[in-house]
Nanobody, 121 residues
């Protein structure tokens, strides 16, 4: 039993900020990577940012310089600080975690339920 839950979405004006949180819980042995994806209406789900074990981070070109991903490995929590938000950032944001439930077992992708971010005046 593993749960991945996002929070922190909402409605903000252009130029505003939000911080999203995602916590993984349950029978977890380790997590190799955590990341954020988003999906806007009529568009495919896309990677926003990821944080792999060891601290390697990646960002979509569209959010570089505006978003920052961080991770607390003790709490199994990943955050996404979103600054200078634009209307095109409007989407449902999903947390993803590559989770190993026991040593030697294969890792599986777990997804949160999503949290809505709306950027509008």
């Amino acid at each position: 039993q593993v749960q991945v839950v996002e929070s922190g979405g909402g409605l903000v004006q252009p130029g505003g900020s939000l911080r999203l949180s995602c916590a993984a819980s349950g029978s977890i042995f380790s997590i190799s990577a955590m990341g954020w994806y988003r999906q806007a209406p009529g568009k495919e789900r896309e990677l926003v940012a990821s944080d792999a074990t060891g601290g390697t981070t990646t960002y979509a070109d569209s959010v570089k310089g505006r978003f920052t991903i961080s991770r607390d490995n003790v709490k199994n929590t990943v955050y996404l600080q979103m600054n200078s938000l634009k209307p095109e950032d409007t989407a449902v944001y999903y947390c993803n975690a590559r989770i190993y439930r026991w040593f030697g077992s294969p890792g599986y992708e777990y997804w949160g339920q999503g949290t809505q971010v709306t950027v509008s005046s």
